[in-house]
Nanobody, 117 residues
Framework: QVQLVESGGGLVQAGGSLRLSCAAS????????MGWFRQAPGKEREFLAA???????TLSDSVKGRFSISRDNAKSTVYLQMNSLIPEDTAVYYC???????????WGQGTQVTVSS
């Protein structure tokens, strides 16, 4: 089992920045891929970014240029840097981990990000 704990969410004004963190514990050898998703009220969950343990990353077109992902393998932690936030970024942000890029077996509890206009 892998436990994921997100932090760093909160309320920010439009144009501001936040950095989300997700710390993994437990059987972290299973967390080859770690990624970020979000879900806004009434909307489906949306993939944002993912990074492998070796450093390869992918970023959704919807957030390219504003968001970036990084990872500290020594700390089993993945980060999501979010810049130039807009109200449409308001959502619950989830961290996920898995052994493949397309199957995430473990999920965090989510952290709320609210962007005010």
């Amino acid at each position: 089992q892998v436990q994921l704990v997100e932090s760093g969410g909160g309320l920010v004004q439009a144009g501001g920045s936040l950095r989300l963190s997700c710390a993994a514990s437990g059987r972290t050898s299973s967390s080859i891929f770690m990624g970020w998703f979000r879900q806004a009220p009434g909307k489906e969950r949306e993939f944002l970014a993912a990074m492998s343990r070796s450093g390869g990353s992918t970023l959704s077109d919807s957030v390219k240029g504003r968001f970036s992902i990084s990872r500290d393998n020594a700390k089993s932690t993945v980060y999501l840097q979010m810049n130039s936030l807009i109200p449409e970024d308001t959502a619950v942000y989830y961290c996920a981990a898995g052994s493949t890029a397309k199957l995430y077996s473990y999920w965090g509890q989510g952290t709320q990000v609210t962007v005010s206009s």
